[in-house]
């Protein structure tokens, strides 16, 4: 069930960040649920000290999600075009 929980919650939190990050017309849900898996777990590593998958989903937690999200869609950003959006 953790699973599931994870690519819904990745799955949001990527759309929620391409949408803010305004790349959302050039990537699918695919790449939504990725980018969400991996801006939580950077958020998560980085605002938690290293130790992530201990807190249950909280506001806080899906904000650090986001916050992660967004951190990487602006360095793919960045390395793609060379600017950020």
Known sequence: MGIILW???GGVIGWLASII????AQ???FLNIVVGIIG???????LSGGSI???PLTLTSF???LLGAVVLLAIV???RRGSVR
């Open 7 to 9: 690519l819904i919650v």
């Open 21 to 24: 990050m305004r790349t959302d």
């Open 27 to 29: 990537q699918g849900i």
């Open 40 to 46: 939580a777990f950077i958020g998560g590593l980085v």
């Open 53 to 55: 998958n201990n807190s």
């Open 63 to 65: 904000l650090v999600s």
């Open 77 to 79: 950003n960045l390395v």
